[in-house]
């Protein structure tokens, strides 16, 4: 959860502010009240916020929270997702699609969303097995199984790693997204 907070920061692009947190996970509910903080504090005066969601996922009861945040701090909302974007991170994304002000920059995420659980085994591995199906997620994406579907964006970017030099596509495309919004 520390890393999520120390994401935070303002990021100056042609005259815009912009909020920008990456949500490394959503295991916690002190993450949304990391947001809730920034965005009375350090994000008060910026004209969109960036959520980063790539990466894996966490806990449906976090992910209400911080959907219920995101909708409600006023400002345009640019999120980023990624071919890494599973689980809770996913289903979130679903759930902002579509709303007014707030758009999905990046690419189609995994279509993983089906809870599972681990099991230690003799030999120092693990074994990881479903414990909820996707059908039963579905409550929570109007209907739609997102396991093996995953969610398009709304605008396309990729991110690959090779070549790179220090930049990151995925975040580029979002701040020129935010400054249109």
Avoid: H
């Amino acid at each position: 959860n520390s890393a999520t907070r120390d994401s935070f920061r303002v990021i100056e692009f042609n005259d815009k502010r912009f909020g920008y947190l990456r949500i490394w996970n959503l295991m916690s509910l002190q993450v949304n009240q990391y947001l809730k903080d920034a965005l009375g504090g350090q994000f008060a005066d910026c004209d969109a916020l960036i959520v980063d969601l790539r990466g894996r996922g966490g806990q449906i009861s976090v992910l209400l929270a911080v959907e219920k945040t995101i909708k409600k701090c006023g400002i345009p909302v640019v999120v980023i997702t990624d071919r890494y974007s599973r689980s809770a991170k996913e289903i979130l994304a679903s759930r902002l699609k579509g709303t007014p002000n707030i758009k999905l920059v990046g690419e189609k995420t995994c279509g993983a969303v089906t809870a599972a659980s681990f099991v230690g085994l003799p030999s120092g591995a693990a074994l990881m097995f479903p414990v909820a199906s996707g059908q039963r997620l579905s409550r929570y994406t109007n209907g739609v199984n997102l396991e093996g579907r995953g969610v398009e964006p709304d605008e396309k970017a990729t991110f690959s790693l090779p070549y790179l030099a220090g930049v990151d596509p995925l975040l580029e495309a979002a701040k020129k997204s935010a400054e249109t919004m």
